[in-house]
């Protein structure tokens, strides 16, 4: 199983052959407070790595200074220690692949720039769209991705970008050829998707020097020896532009598990305004962490409704096959039933 696209390929692991060392990774950003939703994500992550009694990373996507919420970052760690969803590396206990802080790895990002635009493979790009200073956040909708880019900047003469560059620096963009990517997702099964039709030559760099997230995931995931990326499934067509990354940069791409959504009462994906279900309101509120993790498992289909346990009992036998695939709703009156006297 690989894919193509002209001039590169590269060879996923195959679903169902893990390497024998797994490394798996949460990769939260500290710039919103935990919902269900990322919870549900963590705990499958979690799950999947200690099933395959591998290691978990944990690294820090503070890619954004301005967006980062002090004392978040504290929180988020705090919290999924609560829900007893532990790791093995991280900024607070160090280890062999560090940093595991985003904002504290820019030196490598700007190193595989370089490796990019010495291979021909990035081009400058002096558009100012709201698009390219959006790039250092991942996108969870088309929404975020905005429209396909039309290529504005890709052949400027060598005259043109020495002029351009004297009023201001450039951002970085990834030549995209055409061509589909396919891969084969632990739970969506066969992917294929076609970069160049639905987002173009995408940021890898902002002019600022903030990396893309396309770029910095690549990179860390890479660099950190991650095996299984598991995450929510609106970055399901974001893993085809970080496939085209891995080639371009010669570096090996882990399989990936794309986890179904929580979405909210209106179908919506879980953001801020469904308040309710912050991991801190429910704990604020007395709700036992194993009543959390109980009505996880069961919206994954991996625990009868109304289960309360501990992650680590929810280990021996996890699979994907087991993952039911559709987005789960967690109704509020469901939710209200955690609370005590509810
Ligand atoms: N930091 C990203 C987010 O919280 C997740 C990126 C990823 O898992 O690749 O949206």
Same mark, same amino acid.
């Given at each position: 199983?690989?894919?193509?696209?002209?001039?590169?390929?590269?060879?996923?692991?195959?679903?169902?052959?893990?390497?024998?060392?797994?490394r798996?990774r949460?990769?939260?950003?500290?710039?919103?407070?935990?919902?269900?939703?990322?919870?549900?994500?963590?705990?499958?992550?979690?799950?999947?790595?200690?099933?395959?009694?591998?290691?978990?990373v944990?690294r820090?996507?503070?890619?954004?200074?301005?967006?980062?919420?002090?004392?978040?970052?504290?929180?988020?760690?705090?919290?999924?220690?609560?829900?007893?969803?532990?790791?093995?590396e991280?900024?607070?206990?160090?280890g062999g692949a560090g940093p595991y802080?985003q904002?504290e790895r820019?030196g490598r990002y700007?190193a595989a720039?370089?490796?990019?635009?010495?291979?021909?493979?990035?081009?400058?790009?002096?558009?100012?769209?709201?698009?390219?200073?959006?790039?250092?956040?991942?996108?969870?909708?088309?929404?975020?991705?905005?429209?396909?880019?039309?290529?504005?900047?890709?052949?400027?003469?060598?005259?043109?970008?020495?002029?351009?560059?004297?009023?201001?620096?450039?951002?970085?963009?990834?030549?995209?050829?055409?061509?589909?990517?396919?891969?084969?997702?632990?739970?969506?099964?066969?992917?294929?998707?076609?970069?160049?039709?639905?987002?173009?030559?995408?940021?890898?760099?902002?002019?600022?020097?903030?990396?893309?997230?396309?770029l910095a995931v690549v990179v860390d995931d890479g660099a950190m020896g991650i095996?299984?990326?598991?995450?929510?499934?609106?970055?399901?067509?974001?893993?085809?532009?970080?496939?085209?990354?891995y080639?371009?940069l010669?570096l090996p791409?882990p399989?990936?598990?794309?986890?179904?959504?929580?979405?909210?009462?209106?179908?919506?994906?879980?953001?801020?305004?469904?308040?309710?279900?912050?991991?801190?309101?429910?704990?604020?509120?007395? =709700?036992? @962490? !194993?009543?959390?993790?109980?009505?996880? &498992?069961?919206?994954? *289909? %991996?625990? +009868?409704? #109304?289960?309360?346990?501990?992650?680590?009992?929810?280990?021996?036998?996890?699979?994907?096959?087991? =993952?039911? @695939? !559709?987005?789960?709703?967690?109704?509020? &009156?469901?939710?209200? *039933? %955690?609370? +005590?006297? #509810?």
């Amino acid at each position: 199983m690989g894919y193509q696209s002209e001039g590169l390929t590269a060879t996923p692991s195959p679903a169902g052959t893990l390497p024998l060392t797994y490394r798996g990774r949460f990769a939260p950003s500290p710039t919103g407070p935990l919902h269900l939703g990322n919870a549900r994500t963590a705990l499958l992550a979690w799950l999947a790595a200690r099933s395959a009694r591998g290691a978990l990373v944990m690294r820090v996507e503070d890619l954004d200074p301005p967006r980062v919420r002090p004392g978040l970052e504290a929180r988020i760690l705090d919290e999924l220690r609560w829900l007893g969803l532990g790791w093995d590396e991280g900024p607070d206990l160090g280890g062999g692949a560090g940093p595991y802080r985003q904002s504290e790895r820019g030196g490598r990002y700007q190193a595989a720039l370089d490796r990019l635009q010495q291979a021909g493979l990035a081009y400058p790009c002096f558009c100012s769209r709201a698009e390219i200073a959006a790039a250092s956040r991942a996108p969870h909708g088309p929404a975020d991705d905005g429209p396909r880019y039309p290529g504005t900047c890709r052949e400027l003469t060598a005259a043109e970008v020495a002029r351009r560059s004297g009023t201001r620096p450039p951002a970085w963009r990834l030549r995209v050829e055409p061509g589909a990517v396919c891969f084969d997702d632990a739970v969506r099964g066969p992917c294929r998707f076609e970069p160049a039709v639905a987002t173009g030559d995408f940021v890898v760099m902002r002019a600022d020097g903030v990396a893309a997230y396309q770029l910095a995931v690549v990179v860390d995931d890479g660099a950190m020896g991650i095996t299984e990326v598991v995450r929510g499934d609106d970055l399901l067509p974001s893993t085809a532009r970080q496939l085209l990354l891995y080639a371009a940069l010669g570096l090996p791409a882990p399989r990936f598990a794309h986890v179904p959504l929580v979405v909210g009462e209106d179908g919506e994906r879980l953001a801020k305004r469904h308040r309710a279900l912050s991991l801190s309101e429910l704990r604020e509120a007395g =709700v036992a @962490p !194993g009543a959390v993790v109980g009505l996880l &498992a069961a919206s994954c *289909g %991996l625990a +009868p409704a #109304g289960t309360r346990c501990g992650a680590e009992e929810l280990v021996e036998g996890f699979d994907w096959d087991r =993952v039911r @695939p !559709g987005p789960a709703q967690l109704p509020p &009156a469901l939710l209200a *039933g %955690l609370l +005590p006297g #509810g």
